[in-house]
């Protein structure tokens, strides 16, 4: 019933910007963690950046900090991930995802819910 659908990603040049959007449905009220994954070819998923249901509460890989922004608007039911200085490095799928009860944030094995993915390309 819960569905997540990520969209935003796409092919940018290095030193580009792309900003990522999850789209959550099935669920009534925002009461949800939710983080970014990414995977790139391979390679296993890594995790990205995590988010709290009030938006207050906001992680990132040391991979990405200073680089990346995630938030939410739980009106529109929509995280986002604000990526910029992208790096070939940054080339993945991100996928986003709505954490269980239990778990690391940093940890896949901690979320119930996953998006299908979008793609980001960055060229150099």
């Known amino acids: 019933q819960v569905q997540l659908v990520e969209s935003g990603g796409g092919l940018v040049q290095a030193g580009g910007s792309l900003r990522l959007s999850c789209a959550v449905s099935?669920?009534?009220?925002?009461?949800?963690?939710m983080g970014w994954f990414r995977q790139a070819p391979g390679k296993e998923r890594e995790f990205v950046s995590y988010?709290?249901?009030?938006?207050?509460?906001?992680k990132y890989a040391d991979s990405v900090k200073g680089r990346f922004t995630i938030s939410r608007d739980n009106a529109k039911n929509t995280v986002y991930l604000q990526m910029n200085s992208l790096s070939v490095e940054d080339t993945a799928v991100y996928y986003c995802a709505v954490r269980g009860v239990s778990g690391l944030y940093r940890n896949e094995e901690s979320y119930d819910h996953w998006g299908q993915g979008t793609q980001v390309t960055v060229s150099s």
């Open positions: 988010i709290d249901w009030t938006g207050g509460t906001t």
């Open positions: 099935g669920r009534s009220r925002s009461y949800y963690n």
